[in-house]
């Protein structure tokens, strides 16, 4: 019989009932170290108490009134994003599928209300993830997620990671511009270089075209600074923005420079629970936390410390694992065949380390921003032992002739 819980996901059978910083204890009493952090979504791990006093007293005073009214909490937080961003304008909204399906809204709309109304495609690119919804699976263009679900929605031309030549291939007429994660995620943990970011950057400046970055899961802090993309020194039009900008409270969020936001105008588009005062109370304290003085300085630290020690663990184990990428403190271990990710993502967990397994074979790490190099530390003592004990359970390599 089916289970009330629609089993949509392939869940480990493990529950939590108490969580403080980076640690989570289990219902039948063990301790993980978080290194999931919810997808990269507990920014200031479990039980911060900055934000689970914020939440507090907002619920306490008014959760949520509609977007009917003015809200003074969203007010304060789109300002303060504003302020620290590219950003002339933020809408929010309460989750990445539904930051990017706004993202593409907007981009559409200004090449609409811009005279340029044939030029509604978007290119993205192989191994993104943009989130489930109907667009966004075809944003996404994984088969796997999109079989069964009738024909693909039209608009996206999707072509390989990190290949110019194929960008430029592929802008049409009909092109109103692009939409890329400064870091692939669920994809694979891979990192745009800095220089294709530049030059994307400048094709659309060349051809007149849109740049929407998708920063949903390594922006707000977890590349060290507070969006990935302003390691390359570039600025987009549109951005999304979701997972860790609430800290586990549900919060999405488009940043838009003024060019592409006026375009939303009364009724163009409108959500009922987004930037609520409860959510937006959450969105504040996470700014709080991240924005003080020398937060993310620390977050480079920590995670430069990480790379160090996973670069020593990958020499130990070079016969499993083939790289270590990402960016900060989202890292990901491309394994070796025949090491799997699921093998030793479940070896982790029996060893009390919470990883989360992402594409091409590769184990993610993205613990809070707040874990301290101790933890760290620790984290990969832990998965030294997994891998040893992973390598223990492989097949005998069969000998050469
Ligand atoms: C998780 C993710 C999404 C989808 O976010 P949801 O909140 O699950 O809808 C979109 N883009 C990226 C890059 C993500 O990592």
Redesign the pocket.
Known sequence: MIPPLMPTYARADLAFERGEGARLWSTDGRCFLDFGSG???NALGHAHPHLVQAICQQAGRVMHVSNLYRIPEAERLAARHVEASFADSVFFC???????EGMVKAMRKTMAETGRPERWRIITFEG??????LA?LAA?GNPKYLEGFGPKVDGFDQVPFGNMNAVRDAITPATAGIIV?PV???GGVRPASLQFLRDLRATCDEFGLLLGL?????GMGRSGRLWAHEWAGIEPDVM?S??GIGGGF?L?AILAKEHVAKHLKPGSHGTTFGGNPLACAAGNAVLDIILAPGFLARVDRVARHLWRSLLALKDRHGDLIEDVRGAGLLVGLKLREPATNTELQARALAEGLLTVAAGQNVLRLAPPLIITEAEADEAVDLLDRALARLRAALPEPVAAA
Do not use: L, W
């Open positions: 997808i990269a979504t309460n989750s990445g599928a539904e930051a990017n993104a993830f943009h989130g489930r919804t966004m996404t994660e692939q995620g669920e998708d920063e949903v899961q390594i999304s979701a997972k549900p999405g």
